[in-house]
């Protein structure tokens, strides 16, 4: 989510690859300068394709050339992951993803700030190219996100304060964990603050977290009530 005080970045950190192969990866990854630049990445998809991804763009922060580190926008920088994950797939995938069936692909969500401009949000698709975030489109989702958007969608505008869409997020991922197996905990959370170049102290959050455990009780509960006091259909009876 871009919102007016900052940003913030959520991931789950679960894959799958069928009912018995469900496994623990994490799916955030930041790369960082002091009081400089702040560049956090979100993967979903191939987790071989994303790996790989990431293990690219980090060992080219040691090399000479444009990277994470030293490009001057954080458009340069969804440009640089977006040619990656095409570097990557094509690498992979030639002449063995149409009589295999694997899927390749992976999307990011690319976010951050870089000293000299405002904070900035990108979407970058499979074929590796990307949209940014507006001031009407001001949070992506990738991966499993039909149960949890909807709530996303009622509750945040860009003037939302980070405390409370941290409180949505978390919201939204409790649906989709509790109606999708494909996510699940722990997630990991970070809060950005705009201009403030913080270290990222990014927070992990799972099933014991005495904050998540209290929104998901009292979410649940909430929602049970607000239905029980709805009116019943009268046409129904007629």
């Known amino acids: ?70 490009a001057k926008t954080l458009y340069e920088v969804a440009e640089l992951v977006g040619e990656t994950i095409r570097e990557v797939v094509s690498r992979d995938s030639s002449g063995v993803q149409s009589s295999s069936g694997i899927d390749y692909g992976c999307s990011f969500i690319v976010g951050g700030q870089i000293k000299g401009e405002a904070p900035r949000l990108f979407n970058i698709y499979p074929q590796g190219n990307f949209i940014e975030a507006t001031t009407d489109t001001m949070y992506f989702q990738i991966g ?41 905990l722990p997630i990991d959370m970070l809060l950005y603050r705009r201009d403030s170049f913080a270290k990222a102290n990014p927070h992990r959050i799972d099933g014991e977290d005495p904050y998540f455990r209290n929104i998901r009780q009292g979410w649940g509960k909430g929602l049970r009530q607000v239905f029980s006091r709805l009116p019943d259909a009268t046409w129904f009876e007629e």
Not at 6 to 14: N, Q, V
Not at 18 to 34: N, R, S, Y
């Open 144 to 184: 499993e996100s039909k149960y949890g958007k909807p709530i996303i969608d009622r509750v945040i505008r860009r003037e939302t304060p980070l405390a409370e869409a941290a409180k949505c997020a978390l919201i939204s991922f409790d649906s989709t964990i509790k109606s999708n197996l494909s996510v699940g």
């Open 1 to 70: 989510m871009l919102l007016d005080e900052g940003l913030l970045m959520a991931s789950d950190s679960r894959t799958n690859a069928g009912v018995d192969h469900i496994a623990t990866f994490a799916k955030m990854h930041i790369f960082e300068v002091p009081n400089e630049r702040l560049i956090v990445l979100l993967n979903s998809g191939n987790l071989a394709t994303t790996q790989s991804v990431v293990s690219l763009l980090r060992m080219r922060t040691q090399q000479e050339g444009k990277n994470l580190l030293n």
